[in-house]
Structures are given as structure tokens and as C-alpha cells.
């Protein structure tokens, strides 16, 4: 069905959802649909000539990095295509020769933009001007770019603390374009920079930097490739990992035995053809997964809890069989408070926890006893719970029982989401830097960086709902759709005096603004950018800590786009004028200097330039994969020592998980349908077991409306999102799915994980009530 209502000639009519269909729930990921379908987005986003010749520089030695996912690529080898059906897809969204220009600011008013889907909005193309909503204004207007720097410096200036700026940031952005903006945000005086990742993996380095004295995951791509056991945990690589498969499935042929955890029999993990092989497209594909453990949500901590118990009880039938004594000893602390913890567990616990059966969990310690190369990996399933942080503790507990940190083939694998959200994080995107970091930037800049920490994203949405926001600004992502609680992270926003958004592509926070707006348009990953007037090269670092170059070759959506770098390093300059001691000139022309100074803050990056350019880049270091060395409080690897935790079900209630459809990239719909789930034509279902539908006297098909509850300081709170259709799935008893960013206004703003402050996304109380 197509939209009709608008004949505007700069508007692109969209597909509009349909009524739900339900197809086969597939049990396999990839093969030929996939690559038909990554062409058929490229062909309609951009025809057939630049999909050929985009396709063909994705993920190569000389081409851009794919800005789909973190995924590495496989070193010394990158094949001819490697590119995935979603990589594909996130490339036609960027690389699409749509345009939202001026005219169709002049169309649509905000009011009317904030009544469009964002599949509507991001659907239009790419942004080609800045744009500026003054204040009382219908309509954004476009603005030169010396304009626009004025008025957000006009607007920085009038603050009474620096801290009344927010410095959002989203995982796209290079390694140099994050540099220049920490720092800019830095010289100003604030540490506000909250970033997509305290959404993401931020369970994940909040637990591993106690437990191992560095937020990041131990194994290389090759570790995977010769692992004998392969955990894939809370993760659905199908969909937001494709290229995953790949080296999963050579693991596999290698002699792997891998298993999946999840509520849901995800199809990437039950069987997968490479169609990057000519076996994977003819033959049956490779059965992926060993062993399917159907855990309930939130049931992992208890899961690895009462692994590690069975292991105790082995190690104690038979010493020095099961634990390695010489690890423990030599590199770890608190052994002997995470065992005692194991003696007090209650195995019933472990039962109503996980809901499955003692010989599942037998089994599965019992790979683990025997194993030698052990892998954990895992994703939001893990990092979105309240108590994600002691569930990452618990996984790696288990891996440090039996030695499997820094030796090849074995280790920890939090596969990241956004391609350089880990990056970004290197590159000081964080609310709370070390010492050691600031120390270094302001020694090498002449600056006095703040020491207070500033606003995570949880944060940053209370103090603007409080009105101490005075200017928000984000470099990329969609931060009204992604954060939680909607209505209330909208108002918050509301109150800033300006909104600025550094963009590529529409999308729902450009419609919900302060006081005053702006849309700064710039480059992607793919576009040439000639900032300077030579062509400029950027970097990122992928999921296992390989930096890499990125280029991009096409020409811009328009000629009045800005590169990251030159919108900050501009910025800059109208904010602290020519006599300020960082060069930001001499950096926005060229991008090798800013190398050269991150090579003299940022340990692991001397020489960038030149390793840089070497066509598998380089690896930063990793002390425990490098050398079992934990630069931790105790300088030893820490048990995590926390009390059994895992998600109650109230009484007639259920438990929603939000989660990622095979057609989207976050916050971005690239359409209706959720074709592994075969969930067709409307994004707005809620997949419940076929048991609980009848106990709760519910109908498949029937239309609900979603409420879920959650205990505040303030009592019991109530939120609610309209008219989703039941589809009844193979999820657990009492476990409900529904996509994100539809059901965003459930998760409540003070649910959060602990220690982490991550929204909790994957454990939302609900009760379901027929439509009204
Ligand atoms: N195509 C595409 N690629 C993407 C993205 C995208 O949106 N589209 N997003 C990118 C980003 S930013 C990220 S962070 C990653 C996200 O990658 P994923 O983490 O795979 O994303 P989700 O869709 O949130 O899926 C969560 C998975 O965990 C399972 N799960 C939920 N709760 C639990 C639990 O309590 N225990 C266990 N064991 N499993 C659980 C769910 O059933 C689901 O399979 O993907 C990245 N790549
Ligand atoms: N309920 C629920 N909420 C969640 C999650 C969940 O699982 N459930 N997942 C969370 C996770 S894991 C994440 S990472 C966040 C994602 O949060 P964000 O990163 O804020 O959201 P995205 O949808 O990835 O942002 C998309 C926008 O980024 C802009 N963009 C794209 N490429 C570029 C670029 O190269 N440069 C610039 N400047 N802009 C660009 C485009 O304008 C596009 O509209 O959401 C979180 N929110
Ligand atoms: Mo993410």
C-alpha cells in the first residue's frame, strides 16, 4: 500500500503497514533471500550502478567500513563481497540518492513531521542543508553555517556553569570526529557526554573493567575460529550480526560444539547457509547450534551460578580436574568468597529461574569441563537487565574457574552493536575518563579538563527535565526514539533553549525540539569527504579492537554537508575565537594531525598514522589477552562476588522484552516486516506463548494495548502503548517480545541496571488489555 495523501513533489511516498501476517518462523539464517534482498534495497535506494560499485568498497582493504555492525572483519583474508543482507541494507539507507532538501522543510512544518512514522521520516533521504526552527517558528528554515555556529555559541555563551551543555553521541562516529568533539566539549569545562552505549554494552564494561581491568572483550576473530566451545548468550546474530555466522560456521567446521542461550529460537542460531559460499548457497547449511538452552529472561545469572557449582562439586569428587589451579592462584581474587557463595545455592532457585531442566544445565557444564578453547559471547540479552552487571560477572566467573582468559582460542566476546561505538569510547566519549586520560589531554593540549564526572544518558534526561539544560547536542543517532521512556525523555528535551542535531538522516528527534533548533547535516562512512580540499581518511575500531581506515568514495548528497570533524572543529573556533591554545584549524584540514595528537594521549596508538595505513590496521593492547596481566584495584582478575538475582514474574503479569526486527537498524525502519520471525506487513505485534494467550484468555489476532507497571520513589506508576496484535510465537511461559522503538514509552526512566545505569529493556512488567 503506498501513502496518498501527499502529492508534494519534494516528498517521497512510503510503504504504510498493512494488517499483520504470519508466515513460517524461519530456522535458518542467510543464503540467496538474503543477498536478493540486500540488492533489491540497493537498486531501490540508489540504482543499480552505485549499488554495484558501493557494494563493491564495503567492508574492503581500499573501501569504507560497513556502518552496520561492529563485527570484525576476518584479517589477511576480506573476501570479494563481504557485506551482509543488513550490512547491505544500513548501506542503501546512507548511500540512498533520496533528498530532503530545503523545499521539503518549506512543505512540512515540525508539527506535521512529528505526526510521521519514522520509517516516513528516515524513508525521505538524505538531509542536504542546515536547517534552523527559530524559536516560535512552524517551519525549519535553512541557515548558513557560519549563522549556525553563531547561534550555538550565542547560546553556550548565555549559560551560567558549562554543565548546562549535553554532548550526546552515537556509535557512526570516526575515531577523529569523537576525538575533536570530547575535546571540544572538554575545553568548554563539562564532562556531560553521554553516549548510545550507556544503552548498550555499558553492563558490559562496568563489569569487566572490575573483573578484568578492561571493559572490552579478550578474543580476535581467529580465537573464535579455533575454539572447541562457543557460547552465544542474549545475542541474535542473524539479524544484527550476520557476518558473525560466518566465522561461527568455520568454527563449526573446525569441530566447535556451539550453544545458544535465548528465549527465543533466533533463525541465525539454528541453522545458517553462507551465501558467501558456494555450499552455503546450494546446500542445506550448516546446522549452527549444538544445543538450544529456551532460557527464561532474565535467568542467566542463576544459569552460570549453577554451572559453576556443578563444577565445584566435580573439582571436589576429583582436584585438579575441573579447576586451573595455577590461574586461579597465580592471576585471581576473591576465589574463595565466589565459592562459598556456590555452596549456598539453592538449586530450585537455578530451576524457577532459568525454567530449564537439570539435565540442560548438566549438559552444558559438562561442555564446559571438558572444553579447552572456551568462547562467551554476548549482547543485549545480557547487558539490559537490572542486574546485567553480576550476570556478565557470573558468565565470566565461569571462564576464570576454568582459565580461559588470555590464551588462544578462549575468552570474552561482548559483541558491540553500533561500528564504532567501542571506538568512540577509546576515544574518551565517556562521562567519567580516567585521570590517566585527562592528565594526557590536557597536558598535550594546554587545556584544564573538569575532573567531576558528568551526565550518563539516564542523567542527562533527568537534569533536562529538571530545565538545567540550557543546549543539547548530538553528534548522529535518534536520541528521542532510543532513550527510554518517551513522552518523558520528549518534555525533557523539551525545555532546552537549543537543540542541535548533527545528522545524515531525518528522523523523530528533529521533530521534537527546544525552544530553538538545528539540523547540522554531514558526511557517512560512505561519502568522499574532501574536507580541506584534499581527501581526508577516517578511522574506527571495531569489536575486537582493531583499528582500521575507512574511506569513503561517493560523491555527498550536496555540496553543503560538513564532515564530523570540520562541523566540531568550525564550531569551535566560533565558540572560543582564534587565540585558544587547541589548533582546531589545523585539525579540521587535516585529520593526519589529529592522529597525531590521539597518538600522544591514547596508550596503544603510537605511530597511528603509519600502522594505521597498514591494510589490516593495527590491534590495540589488551593486558589480560596480551599477557594475563589485570590492571584492576588488585591487579589480579576479581570473582564477581553478588547475590543471586533473576526476574519475578508478578502474579497475572508478564515479562516484555524489546528487541531489534530484521528489518531495522535501531531506531531506523528499513520496513514492515520480520522475516525470520515470518511476522509480515506491521511492526506492531507482542509474540506470546500460545499457553499464556489462552490462560490469559486472549485470542491470537486480537488487538491489545500494553501497560506496563513499575514501583517508583513516588509510588506505583502506570505507562501505556496502544493497539498491538497477539502473535502467538515460541517464547517462554510468561515472557512477552515486542520490537523497540514501538514499545520505548513502557521502560521507565528509573528502571535501570545496577551499577550500569542502562535503561532495562529486556525485562519491562506488562499486563495486556484488549485494544480500547
Ligand atoms: N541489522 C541490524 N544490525 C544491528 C542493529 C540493528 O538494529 N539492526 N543494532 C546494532 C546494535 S546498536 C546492537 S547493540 C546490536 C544488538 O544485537 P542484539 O543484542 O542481538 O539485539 P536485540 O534485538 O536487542 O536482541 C537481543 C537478543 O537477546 C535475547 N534475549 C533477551 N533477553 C534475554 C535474556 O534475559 N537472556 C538471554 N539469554 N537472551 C535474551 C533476545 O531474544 C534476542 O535474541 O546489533 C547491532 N547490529
Ligand atoms: N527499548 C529499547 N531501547 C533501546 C534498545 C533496545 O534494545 N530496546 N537498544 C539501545 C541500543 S543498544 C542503542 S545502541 C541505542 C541506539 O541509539 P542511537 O545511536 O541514538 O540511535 P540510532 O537509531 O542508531 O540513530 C540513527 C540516526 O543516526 C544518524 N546517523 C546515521 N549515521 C550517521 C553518521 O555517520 N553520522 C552522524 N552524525 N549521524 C548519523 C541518522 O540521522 C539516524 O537517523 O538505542 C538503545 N535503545
Ligand atoms: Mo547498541
Not at 538474503?34 to 554495484?52: D, S
Request: proline letters at 6%.
Amino acid at each position: 500500500m503506498r501513502h496518498s495523501d501527499d502529492q508534494n513533489p519534494h516528498t517521497r511516498q512510503v510503504d504504510e503497514p498493512t494488517a499483520v501476517r504470519i508466515g513460517h518462523v524461519k530456522d535458518h539464517a542467510a543464503g540467496v533471500p538474503a543477498v536478493a534482498v540486500a540488492l533489491k534495497r540497493g537498486v531501490e535506494q540508489m540504482g543499480v550502478a552505485r549499488t554495484v560499485r558501493t557494494f563493491f568498497k564495503l567492508n574492503q582493504r581500499n573501501g569504507f567500513d560497513c556502518p552496520g555492525c561492529a563485527w570484525p572483519e576476518t584479517p589477511g583474508h576480506r573476501k570479494h563481497a563481504e557485506f551482509c543482507e543488513n550490512g547491505a541494507k544500513a548501506v542503501a539507507e546512507e548511500a540512498t540518492t533520496r533528498r530532503v532538501t530545503p523545499e521539503f522543510f518549506a512543505e512540512h512544518s515540525v508539527s506535521d513531521l512529528a505526526g510521521r512514522s519514522g520509517y516516513w521520516l528516515s524513508q525521505q533521504g538524505r538531509l542536504t542543508h542546515p536547517m534552523y526552527l527559530a524559536p516560535g517558528d512552524t517551519h525549519y528554515r535553512p541557515v548558513g553555517w557560519d549563522e549556525a555556529n553563531a547561534l550555538i555559541a550565542a547560546e553556550l555563551s548565555q549559560m551560567t556553569s558549562p554543565d548546562e551543555a549535553v554532548f550526546y553521541t552515537s556509535g557512526r562516529t570516526s575515531n577523529e570526529a569523537a576525538f575533536v568533539y570530547q575535546l571540544f566539549a572538554r575545553s568548554l569545562g563539562t564532562n556531560n557526554m553521554p553516549d548510545c552505549s550507556n544503552m548498550c554494552h555499558e553492563s558490559s564494561g562496568t563489569a569487566l573493567g572490575n573483573a578484568i581491568g578492561i571493559g572490552k572483550g579478550s578474543v580476535t576473530v581467529p580465537d573464535l575460529e579455533i575454539a572447541d566451545l562457543i557460547i552465544v548468550a542474549g545475542q541474535n546474530p542473524g539479524t544484527n550480526h550476520p557476518r558473525m555466522l560466518a566465522t561461527l560456521e568455520k568454527a563449526k567446521r573446525g569441530g566447535a560444539r556451539i550453544v545458544a542461550i535465548n528465549p527465543l529460537p533466533e533463525a541465525g542460531l539454528m541453522r545458517f547457509k553462507d551465501p558467501q559460499q558456494v555450499g552455503g548457497v546450494i546446500g542445506k547449511g550448516t546446522s549452527l547450534t549444538d544445543d538450544f538452552l529456551q532460557i527464561r529472561l532474565g535467568g542467566d545469572m542463576a544459569l552460570f551460578r549453577g554451572i559453576a557449582r556443578l563444577m565445584l562439586d566435580a573439582e571436589r569428587a576429583a582436584p585438579g580436574t575441573v579447576f586451573d589451579r595455577q590461574f586461579l592462584d597465580e592471576h585471581c581474587g576473591g576465589v574463595d568468597d565466589y565459592l562459598a557463595l556456590l555452596d549456598d545455592l539453592d538449586f530450585d532457585d537455578v530451576l524457577s529461574a532459568t525454567g530449564l531442566t537439570f539435565a540442560q544445565i548438566e549438559d552444558l557444564a559438562g561442555a564446559l569441563m571438558a572444553s579447552k578453547r572456551t568462547v562467551l559471547c554476548w549482547a543485549m540479552g545480557w547487558t539490559q537487565h537490572r542486574h546485567s552487571v553480576a550476570t556478565i560477572g557470573e558468565g565470566t566467573n565461569v571462564l576464570l574457574l576454568r582459565g580461559m582468559i588470555g590464551k588462544p582460542g578462549a575468552g570474552l566476546c561482548p559483541v558491540r552493536g553500533h561500528s564504532n561505538v567501542q571506538g568512540d569510547r577509546t576515544m574518551g566519549i565517556f562521562e567519567k575518563m580516567p585521570e590517566s586520560f585527562l592528565g594526557a589531554l590536557d597536558k598535550e593540549f594546554g587545556i584544564n579538563s573538569p575532573r567531576e564526572h558528568g551526565y550518563d544518558t539516564v542523567q542527562a534526561i533527568r537534569a533536562m527535565g529538571r530545565g538545567q539544560v540550557r543546549v543539547f547536542i548530538a553528534m548522529g543517532g535518534n536520541f528521542v526514539s532510543a532513550a527510554p521512556d518517551t513522552e518523558l525523555t520528549a518534555d525533557a528535551l523539551r525545555r532546552c533553549a537549543l537543540t542541535v542535531h548533527i545528522s545524515t538522516k531525518l528522523n523523530e528527534s528533529h521533530t521534537v525540539t527546544g525552544r530553538a533548533a538545528l539540523i547540522l547535516p554531514t558526511l557517512g562512512r560512505t561519502d568522499r569527504d574532501m574536507t580541506g580540499g584534499t581527501k581526508q581518511l577516517v578511522s574506527v575500531e571495531d569489536s575486537m579492537s582493531v583499528v582500521h581506515l575507512s574511506r569513503g568514495s561517493l560523491p555527498p548528497a550536496s555540496p553543503e554537508l560538513h564532515s564530523e570533524v570540520a562541523i566540531v572543529a568550525d564550531l569551535a573556533v566560533a565558540v572560543f575565537g582564534d587565540d585558544h591554545p587547541v589548533d582546531w584549524a589545523q585539525m579540521r584540514d587535516d585529520y593526519d594531525v589529529i592522529r597525531e595528537r590521539i597518538s600522544r594521549v591514547i596508550p596503544g596508538f603510537e605511530d597511528f598514522n603509519t600502522r594505521v595505513r597498514r591494510s589490516d590496521g593495527f590491534v590495540l593492547p589488551h593486558p589480560p589477552r596480551d599477557n594475563r596481566t589485570f590492571a584492576t584495584t588488585t591487579g589480579l582478575a576479581n570473582f564477581t562476588v553478588e547475590p543471586l538475582d533473576w526476574v519475578r514474574i508478578p502474579e497475572g503479569r508478564l515479562i516484555l522484552q524489546t528487541l531489534r526486527s530484521h528489518d531495522q537498524y535501531n531506531t531506523t525502519i528499513y520496513g514492515h516486516d520480520d522475516r525470520y520471525r515470518g511476522i509480515k506487513g506491521n511492526r506492531r505485534v507482542v509474540m506470546v506463548n500460545q499457553d499464556d494467550i489462552a490462560a490469559f484468555g486472549l485470542r491470537t489476532g486480537q488487538h491489545v494495548d500494553i501497560i506496563s507497571e513499575f514501583t517508583g520513589p513516588d509510588g506505583p506508576e502506570e505507562r501505556r502503548v496502544d493497539d498491538f496484535e497477539i502473535v502467538a510465537y515460541d517464547t517462554p511461559r510468561g515472557n512477552v517480545a515486542a520490537y523497540y522503538p514501538e514499545t520505548n514509552p513502557l521502560v521507565p526512566l528509573g528502571s535501570v541496571a545496577k551499577k550500569s545505569n542502562t535503561p532495562v529493556s529486556k525485562a519491562v512488567v506488562v499486563r495486556l488489555v484488549p485494544a480500547t
